[in-house]
């Protein structure tokens, strides 16, 4: 049996990760074994497949009807809403159960906290996998002038960044921007959610303000 792409993709995998690890250093020993951390590959791979459909999409969708996905729309916004909300209380009863400080917090410090703190951020990593659907759901409708530079330069350095986020510093005072963050898109994807039932329009005067926290808390 012919095992050489097996072999070739290990052997990649391997010198990929040992760059990484020359790069950063030696990682935390307390996620290993975590879905998706232990290597890059998979982090890399799902991100290039992102900007291929990024790529590709838009060029299958050009004469083709654009897709309404409400109901699908209502659905995915109304999930992350509740993944952000969990995340968001998450971290604030663990780091306060922990005795976090605001700034200067060691990775050591906390024990048991340190490792809840971490379950939840690898929950934040995740997410960034899952809010890749904000811009496959904008090639499927055709709104192709909302996915900038800007838009797909976040989202796909997101996913990569708190990969090694998760690797060296999974807890500590990794723990501020994603509660921002969460607190922001427990927001903004409920304003997404309601903004697809035409009669709730009329409730959404608050739109400008939103998108001001974005700007000034969306890491």
């Not at 499927?140 to 002038?145: D, P, S």
Request: net charge positive.
């Amino acid at each position: 049996m012919d095992f050489t792409g097996k072999n070739h993709f290990y052997a990649i995998d391997t010198w990929l990760n040992s760059a990484v690890d020359k790069l950063f250093g030696e990682r935390d020993p307390r996620v290993r074994g975590w879905l998706l951390l232990d290597s890059c590959t998979p982090t890399l791979v799902l991100t290039f497949i992102y900007l291929l459909i990024v790529y590709l999409g838009p060029k299958y969708m050009k004469n083709k009807m654009a897709y309404s996905l409400k109901n699908v729309l209502l659905l995915y916004n109304f999930g992350v809403t509740m993944l952000s909300f969990y995340m968001l209380v998450e971290l604030i009863s663990a780091t306060w159960s922990a005795g976090y400080k605001l700034k200067c917090q060691g990775l050591f410090d906390a024990g048991e906290g340190d490792i809840r703190v971490a379950k939840v951020l690898w929950w934040y990593y995740f997410s960034k996998l899952i809010e890749f659907l904000d811009t496959i759901f904008f090639v499927l409708r055709k709104k192709n002038n909302q996915i900038t530079f800007l838009h797909v330069y976040h989202h796909a350095s997101m996913f990569n960044i708190w990969w090694c986020v998760l690797n060296w510093i999974p807890c500590g005072q990794s723990f501020f921007g994603p509660t921002l963050n969460s607190f922001i898109h427990v927001l903004m994807y409920s304003y997404y959610s309601l903004s697809t039932i035409p009669s709730m329009h009329k409730y959404l005067w608050w739109k400008r303000y939103l998108t001001q926290a974005q700007l000034e808390c969306d890491p």
